[in-house]
């Protein structure tokens, strides 16, 4: 059932305002020079999305490399047989990235790159990728990724997307639940409301977001396909249905349910429809987190007084208190590895994003702001994303997990929030 | 101060059509008749049987309001005020509503200004009531047990700090304690509805103390 006031649609032309900017604002002194030269074309070639703008901008935001500045780009290749090494040691890039783009006869683009060591004069990585114009982002995406990977060891999570909330004031107040890739662009409107939307959340295999809207005028858990923006109503009880969160394997959804009387963490099996209630406590329990293994799940208290990060087994059993170090621990994240849980922590220095380590059991606070919610993992447990505001504008930020490197998105019109990091794509 | 000229007029009634003061009552205010050894300002005062209309846009309409007899007690002794109560009957261009501001007339809980308080306010991260939040529940909840069959929406909200769902969560709460003050003063758990909105409809959008304070509320909506 669908009210008037929404619109389910997936848009594929974005309203040009929604793009995300990108700035960078503090750096790593570790970072990796590199040299990106724009991709040579070959043939007349409608412009897209460059892919070396595309690879420039990515590597720069992880913060792991220094891209050198395109006017110092004297020479640009466009073939191994041209590279001149010594040129690029004395730019003092490590690394140089050089490419063509050529249109094919039915349309598509052909994309080719060369990942070169300037040190070893050898090439690290190479590929062709065949795709049509609509997805040059994605294969430019892709080539960062494999970047990232050949020159940090880790894997890059550059073709990932993110969801997040869009609020618009005019005509009429409206909440948007867009997906965009992570770098902002190409923004899809997935529900549009004139209530509030909260929490979105990832499916496993990234086909389905779950999420708490209150178009009923109260709030309620749905389940959407993002594919054919089909949706089930998955929890309706009476007071709160919010805080969903997808086990491991997507067959369940943790979330939390007041329609006992207080707000308590129960198990939906989307499958079966069972219902299995964990906590049992007068008290405030909320924000379920399921580790990766899928046998703990993470969520926030006040049993104690204030709200703290507590664990309890997804099978059921005792909860058993994390975090004893500041009055505000909330809105607990694993990490891929499971070894550390981003939160939102108040030691003090107002509502900040920092990491709680299960090794030593201690909390460091990653961020310097004051209002900062909702963190979320990219899917390689390099940076955290997160909901702050800069001059009293909410804005998405991205922060390394080790503190050193952090960039916003600005959305150009409205305020953001709610930022949800998509797993890794299954999809092609 | 009382003093000695102080006199005692019986109290008139009027019916409702008479005085045609629901015209300029912009939100219809429930109040109790007022002993009359209250010494305070003048206060008009009506008993409408079941007929509350909520002012802030949220909750169910009333019904029409029942023609019922008002009875009037001029207070007296304040220097003016006898002018006031003069001009008070009968023009409908004077015809307001004072409310009490007196704090001090604990015997009857303020009366008209208690329940003229359609929001409770609450302290960081807390449910709890404060003296004054008690005060204007207990007015409210006076109100609804003689106001039989009239249903109340308590709704709860949080200021913007930390994160969204656990002040959905705060804000239930918050909204359940005025509920549970209610039903200990005697309202019947079925005609109080409970609804949280979290942080999510802020009344007031700075990012400030004097913000964050007007946001954390109960609102009680007729």
């Known amino acids: 059932m669908t009210a008037p006031a929404l619109l389910l649609a997936m848009l594929l032309s974005p309203p040009a305002q929604a793009v995300l900017t990108i700035e960078v604002t503090r750096g790593s002194e570790a970072a990796i020079p590199i040299a990106i030269v724009p991709f040579a074309r070959v043939g007349a070639i409608a412009e897209a999305d460059a892919p070396a703008d595309v690879i420039t901008a990515d590597l720069r935001r992880s913060g792991r490399f220094e891209p050198l500045a395109r006017e110092d780009l004297a020479n640009r290749p466009d073939d191994i047989s041209a590279v001149q090494y010594k040129n690029w040691r004395l730019l003092q890039a490590e690394a140089l990235v050089i490419g063509t783009v050529a249109q094919l006869s039915d349309g598509r683009y052909e994309i080719r790159f060369r990942l070169l060591d300037v040190f070893r004069e050898q090439q690290l990585a190479g590929q062709k990728f065949v795709v049509p114009a609509a997805r040059l982002r994605k294969a430019a995406h892709r080539i960062s990724d494999l970047i990232h990977q050949k020159l940090t060891g880790k894997r890059g999570a550059f073709d990932t997307r993110i969801a997040y909330v869009s609020v618009q004031e005019s005509p009429r107040k409206r909440f948007l639940l867009q997906v965009a890739d992570s770098d902002g662009h190409n923004p899809k409107t997935i529900l549009e409301s004139p209530q509030p939307i909260l929490s979105p959340a990832w499916s496993p295999d990234g086909n389905r977001l779950a999420y708490v809207s209150f178009e009923k005028k109260r709030s309620m858990i749905y389940a959407q396909n993002l594919w054919s923006g089909e949706r089930e109503l998955v929890a309706s009880h009476d007071g709160i249905n919010g805080a969903p969160a997808w086990s491991p394997d997507g067959t369940r959804l943790a979330m939390a349910l007041s329609k006992d009387g207080n707000p308590e963490i129960h198990i939906h099996d989307l499958r079966s429809g069972d219902l299995r209630r964990l906590t049992r406590h007068t008290a405030i329990d909320t924000e379920p987190a399921w580790s990766p293994d899928g046998a703990t799940i993470a969520f926030t208290s006040n049993r104690s007084g204030t709200p703290q990060i507590y664990r309890i087994p997804a099978a059921g059993g005792v909860a058993r208190r994390l975090t004893f170090s500041g009055n505000y621990n909330a809105g607990a994240q694993y990490s891929p590895d499971g070894e550390f849980i981003a939160l939102v922590t108040n030691q003090g220095n107002g509502h900040r994003v920092g990491l709680y380590s299960a090794a030593n059991r201690s909390i460091t606070e990653l961020t310097q702001t004051t209002q900062d919610e909702s963190p979320t993992f990219a899917p390689n447990g390099e940076m955290l994303m997160y909901a702050t505001q800069v001059g009293a504008i909410n804005v998405l930020a991205a922060v390394s997990t080790d503190g050193r490197v952090r960039h916003i998105l600005r959305l150009q019109s409205g305020a953001v929030r709610e930022p949800a990091w998509s797993p890794y794509n299954r999809k092609p | ?222």
């Open chain 2, 1 to 222: 101060m009382p003093t000695s000229s102080m006199r005692k007029s019986p109290p008139r009634r009027l019916s409702l059509r008479t005085l045609s003061l629901r015209k300029f009552l912009s939100c219809m205010l429930p109040s109790r008749t007022l002993p009359s050894r209250r010494l305070s300002s003048y206060a008009l005062v009506l008993l409408l049987g079941g007929a509350l209309a909520g002012c802030g846009g949220g909750g169910a309409l009333a019904p029409a309001p029942e023609e019922v007899e008002v009875e009037i007690n001029p207070v007296e002794g304040i220097a003016g005020d006898t002018d006031a109560t003069a001009t008070g009957l009968g023009d409908d261009s004077a015809a307001q509503t004072q409310g009490l501001d007196d704090a001090s007339s604990a015997d009857s809980g303020g009366g008209d200004a208690l329940l003229a308080q359609r929001v409770v306010y609450f302290e960081y991260d807390s449910s709890a009531l404060t003296a004054a939040g008690q005060a204007a529940v207990r007015a409210h909840a006076r109100h609804l047990r003689t106001a039989t069959g009239t249903q109340v929406v308590l709704e709860g909200h949080a200021d913007e700090r930390g994160t969204r769902e656990y002040n959905l969560a705060l804000a239930e709460d918050r909204a359940k304690s005025v509920a549970d003050l209610m039903q200990a003063f005697g309202v019947e758990s079925g005609r109080i509805q409970t609804v949280s909105y979290g942080e999510e409809r802020p009344v007031a959008l700075g990012h400030d103390e004097a913000s964050w304070h007007l946001n954390r509320r109960v609102e009680i909506l007729y």
